[in-house]
């Protein structure tokens, strides 16, 4: 079963020396969107970047193609333990984190949040429902921006709208990846029962390009993710950072986009992202925000 995407990359398995972690090469500068990027104050960045190091090495263990479902486990909770100091050594990121959060006394239970995701990714490769991803998705996605609000010091007041950006973030890249997924893991976050009802399965995700029927769930899925998209457009609003307020406001900007490109691309045939238009209207209008 292959799916007619990019060819696949072989990620290093081995573990780097007294360490469960092992890079796959992805950075910030991989992701779709910024990651505490200039606008946010520089001490500020620093901490969600030790909160993204963590992030990214608990992903690459969940997404390795090399390791057994049991050694992820077991690698996600040695980083769980580096992180709440139940074990000394181990996980860098997890004790880089560790040392930022006693520094700002933010909790860690963002981070332990994440840890519930990606060992559902080791084991988990189907999702039966919309509800059932909006659930994988509150502990995928959701931790991440509470974190970032709590660095800033802002209220809760703010979490469900941040909740539904990041979810919807976390279903746009879902479907930018969805040939891939299945091709390099064997996991679709594609809801099976709106497959089902088009007649569908997960094996119509190898193919080299998009049915209508399967077509007709993509775009279920981003009305879904516009509906998310509308509740998120309250975020910048509701925070008082103003270099946050804009931070939001690009990366909600930039979510609308990416969303319209799927709408119009396909997912099978091709990667669908953002283009360098697309990030310089986004920040545009994002800046406004500043004010």
Request: aromatic share 6%; glycine share 4%; proline share 5%.
């Amino acid at each position: 079963m292959i799916a007619n995407d990019n060819a696949a990359r072989p990620r290093p398995a081995a573990a780097r020396p007294g360490s469960v972690e092992s890079w796959s090469g992805k950075d910030k500068g991989d992701e779709n969107f910024p990651v505490a990027s200039l606008l946010i104050a520089k001490p500020l960045r620093a901490q969600i970047h030790a909160y993204y190091a963590f992030a990214r090495n608990a992903d690459d263990i969940a997404d390795s193609p090399a390791l057994p479902p049991a050694e992820k486990l077991a690698r996600l909770d040695a980083m769980e333990a580096v992180l709440t100091g139940a074990r000394r050594e181990g996980s860098p990121s997890a004790a880089r984190l560790r040392a930022v959060l006693a520094a700002s006394g933010v909790s860690d239970v963002h981070a332990r949040e994440l840890l519930v995701a990606f060992r559902q990714d080791a084991t988990k490769t189907r999702y039966a429902s919309w509800a059932e991803l909006m659930e994988y998705c509150r502990y995928s996605a959701a931790p991440v921006g509470r974190y970032v609000l709590d660095v800033h010091g802002e209220s809760r007041a703010a979490w469900p709208a941040s909740d539904a950006l990041c979810a919807a973030l976390q279903v746009l890249n879902h479907l930018q990846d969805c040939a891939k997924d299945l091709r390099d893991l064997d996991r679709c976050y594609i809801p099976q029962d709106w497959l089902a009802e088009q007649g569908l399965t997960t094996d119509d995700l190898a193919r080299p390009e998009t049915v209508p029927a399967l077509r007709a769930v993509f775009d279920r899925m981003l009305d879904a993710t516009a509906a998310l998209n509308a509740q998120a457009a309250a975020l910048p609003a509701a925070v008082k950072s103003r270099r946050l307020r804009a931070e939001t406001a690009i990366i909600g900007a930039l979510a609308r986009r990416l969303a319209t490109r799927l709408r119009h691309g396909d997912p099978l045939a091709a990667r669908v992202k953002l283009s360098r238009l697309d990030m310089a209207l986004a920040t545009l209008k994002g800046l406004r925000y500043a004010a």
